[in-house]
């Protein structure tokens, strides 16, 4: 069996969410410790679906930088804040999911290239709702891969021997345990 697109799009979806990134980060306890604060856990993450970044840089002279504006390979970007402050924490955790017909190399050079686009000087460009955030680089990236039932074994494989963390998405748990989710943290009309 393979993976359809739709079921991209979904996790996609699911985790543009706050409600969704957070149930994510369930899934991978070590991440979800990391929250500055549990007890107002949506206040503290901003989930940013196919992120784009400013990159800066100096000319060779120093006397003028450059800003370019650089959508990133992950597919969600994870960052946290000090709800109290409002200011962005150094820690960002980068969502690549599996997409149809990627192998391992595709996978993991999406990863390697958020790296190298991260090492430089950045800023991001954050949904207007979080214009106010103070939102410089980070002190550390975090990846968090997202692979399904039928991702080809190779691919587990290569993420166990590459150490790089993921979790396995269910199509069960991502459409009713969300669902339910989202639901209950809607107001009422």
């Known amino acids: 069996m393979t993976i359809k697109q739709v079921q991209y799009e979904s996790c996609l979806a699911e985790y543009a969410n706050v409600t969704g990134a957070i149930a994510l980060l369930k899934q991978y306890r070590s991440y979800l410790e990391m929250l500055p604060s549990l007890r107002r856990a949506h206040e503290s993450i901003i ?4 992120p784009v970044v400013r990159l800066r840089q100096s000319a060779y002279d ?14 969600v970007a994870i960052l946290m804040c000090d709800p109290e402050w409002k200011i962005k924490t150094g ?5 690549f999911v599996y997409r149809p017909y990627e192998d391992f190399s595709d996978l993991l050079k999406r990863w ?12 991001w460009i954050l ?3 979080y214009q106010h955030i103070l939102n410089e680089g980070a002190n550390k990236l975090y990846p968090l891969f997202v692979i399904f039932n039928e991702t080809p074994d190779r691919i587990k494989l290569g993420l166990q021997g590459a150490s790089l963390p ?4 269910t199509p069960s748990r991502q459409t009713d345990e969300v669902t339910n989710d989202l639901l209950s943290s809607m107001p009422p009309e």
């Open 112 to 123: 390697r290239q958020t790296q190298v686009l991260l090492d430089k000087d950045y800023e």
């Open 127 to 129: 949904p207007s709702s």
């Open 166 to 169: 993921f979790i396995i998405e």
């Open 47 to 50: 989930a940013i679906p196919l």
């Open 91 to 95: 820690v960002e955790i980068m969502i």
């Open 62 to 75: 120093h006397t003028e930088i450059t800003a370019t504006a650089t959508q990133l390979p992950c597919d």
